[in-house]
């Protein structure tokens, strides 16, 4: 049985685990509180019409000699045409509506959780930001290699080597930015998951509360963290070592493909398994199980999840563009010669200054596109299982909304 409402509690089944979709449920098993539909609102929103009058159309009149019935809609029901019957508003404790999202309400409530809580939000990826590039910008003064200058009048031979030489400082200036990025991608992910579940169930959110509720997720979630770049390591290697040991023509066409075939089946895992890091967090299930969580969850909806993600990337990119820009064309006016070192290569070290000045339109963007990208995933999470399995009666009891019950004493809800 689940411990809290919306969630699922440590160690426990989820409602899809054990079956998918529309999968017949095993005799003796209750069936599930009802779903949100247009014909039939949760229990206590509205009362059965009264019987039509004459003609069929709306209801009978007052009995003779009786109480006149009340006028207007029943009760949880918005005003509309035709009597005032329509859908019900959904309930809305928090940033979203609970019932199935659009791709605008996803994005609206990602940014909502930022405005609402900007304080705990902000003190988060400013924090992580902040080291992160605090970080990038010693190692890329006193420990990175510099970009060696590529000589035009060289032979073409020598401007062969100097450009592999060239591509090789890149990897190897690439690594700690992705481990740096790596870590940064676990803080948030730890923090800001329970920031949004607690937003979307309109309840007070602080740094302590949230990292009480994240502490306890940190180590598996190390795991998961490692686990996925690891499995994309194995499947561009798989996919490329056989054209490099065959090498020629032959191989370098299976380098090719086999870079393509990587790439594509990177991209599907990718989707398939972006909704395991709220899955381990807010479920409390382990590494192994959260990717078969995740990918019962995405299973059916890979098209539409994929379009939000990469609608979220878009966005996320001009936003980084639109923040650090500013800051580059300072940089460059401050110091000319920091970004010239940057592109010559082999010359003089780049300026503090401009360091300085790109570090700080780099944390600007990095503290608003972390948020984003944290509040798109845990929404994504939240709106899949409202669609499969009616979390938002469980999450609408949770809140308190009248008409859905309250939740059972002692009940605790990760995130809230």
Known sequence: MNDSPGWASPGSPSPSDDRDGGAPRPAGEPDPAPGWSGNQPPAGQWSPPAAPGPGGFGPAGPT???????????????????????????????????????????L??????????WRTVLGITLTVSAFVQLTQILLQRFV?????????????????????????????????????????TFVTTALLTFVVSRSVLGRPV??????????????????????????????????????LLIGSGVGALLVFLGGLGAMLVTLWLTVR?????????LERQGVVASLRRSAKLVRGAWWRIFGILILTALLTIVVTMIVALPFGIL???????????????????????????????????????????????????????????ALDLELARAAGVPGYGTAAPGDAIPGS
């Open 144 to 184: 990175l290699p510099r970009q060696p200058q590529i000589n035009a009048d060289a032979s073409p031979s020598e401007q062969l080597e100097q450009l592999g030489e060239s591509l090789r400082v890149s990897m190897i200036s690439a690594a700690p930015a992705t481990l740096l990025g790596l870590m940064a």
């Open 273 to 281: 398994f972006s909704l395991s890091y709220s899955v381990l967090m």
């Open 108 to 117: 609206d409530g990602a940014v909502s959780t930022l405005r609402a809580h």
């Open 64 to 106: 003779p000699g009786g109480p006149i019935p009340p006028q207007g809609p029943p009760p949880g029901w918005g005003g509309a045409p035709y009597g005032g019957w329509g859908r019900p508003a959904a309930p809305k404790p928090g940033v979203i509506p609970l019932r199935p999202l659009g791709v605008g309400e996803i």
């Open 331 to 389: 940089a460059y006016a401050v110091d000319g010669d920091g970004i010239s070192s940057l592109f010559s290569g082999g010359g003089e070290p780049i300026g503090w200054s401009f360091l300085i000045i790109t570090g700080i339109g780099s944390v600007l963007a990095s503290a608003i596109m972390y948020p984003i990208s944290a509040g798109v995933a845990v929404l994504l999470y939240v709106d899949q299982r409202i669609r499969r399995e």
């Open 206 to 243: 602080s740094f302590s509360d949230v990292w009480r509720d994240a502490r306890p997720r940190l180590l598996p979630l190390l795991g998961l963290t490692l686990l996925v770049p690891l499995i994309v390591v194995a499947i561009v290697t798989v996919g490329i070592v056989p054209g």
